[in-house]
């Protein structure tokens, strides 16, 4: 994964991107051990692959991770990532349904607090139909929000990244 070509996105598209810097080893290994068993994992927001590459460290040699990403340039770059169980799709996520099976396991790095509140709850509601949503935050506005989607919801904070960040681990079901 290029660093650069993360910041020089960014900074065309600081709105779409949400953040300066790719995820550090400790979020996207907090985030990618989240995914227990899921078989089926599918990622919002793949960026540069920083996380998608964790999942696949853990994600059994069945699995599969179906990877959504709306800038071209990021999806060059996660097609770099050479692992027959990974598919890149250049679309928004709310679209994922046409794609994927997203029952089981939804990882995301969409910036969902600068969204606007319609787009958020599409997401959201997509998200409570599966089994967990693993969620990437740098403020953790959005707990009651999530809560109305999630009856299981766990805040993680991931300090060793920059800028520090919050997950959280949201079931359908409680625990």
Same mark, same amino acid.
């Given at each position: 994964?290029? !660093? ?18 790719? #995820? ?8 990618a051990?989240? &995914?227990?068993?899921?078989l089926h994992?599918?990622?919002f ?24 990403? +709306? ?8 097609e770099?990532i ?10 928004l996520?709310?679209?994922a349904?046409? !794609? ?10 969409? @910036?969902?607090?600068?969204? #606007? ?6 997401i +959201?509601?997509?998200?409570?139909? #599966? ?10 506005? +959005? ?15 991931? @300090?060793?990244? &920059? ?5 959280y681990?949201?079931k359908s079901?409680?625990?």
């Amino acid at each position: 994964m290029d !660093y650069k070509v993360f910041v020089n996105q960014f900074l065309k598209y600081p709105k779409e991107i949400g953040t300066f810097t790719t #995820s550090s080893k400790f979020l996207a290994h907090q985030m990618a051990r989240a &995914i227990g068993d899921s078989l089926h994992v599918v990622e919002f927001g793949s960026g540069t692959g920083a996380i998608s590459t964790e999942i696949l460290k853990v994600l059994r040699p069945e699995g599969t991770l179906t990877c959504f990403e +709306l800038n071209p340039t990021f999806c060059r770059e996660l097609e770099k990532i050479h692992d027959d169980r990974i598919t890149v799709v250049n679309d928004l996520c709310e679209n994922a349904p046409k !794609y994927a099976d997203c029952s089981q396991c939804i990882v995301s790095s969409v @910036p969902l607090t600068i969204m #606007s509140k319609q787009q958020r709850h599409l997401i +959201l509601q997509l998200a409570a139909k #599966s089994k967990k949503f693993i969620q990437l935050q740098y403020m953790p506005v +959005l707990t009651k929000e999530i809560k109305q989607y999630f009856p299981d919801v766990d805040l993680k904070f991931v @300090p060793l990244n &920059i800028p520090p960040a919050f997950v959280y681990i949201c079931k359908s079901t409680p625990a």
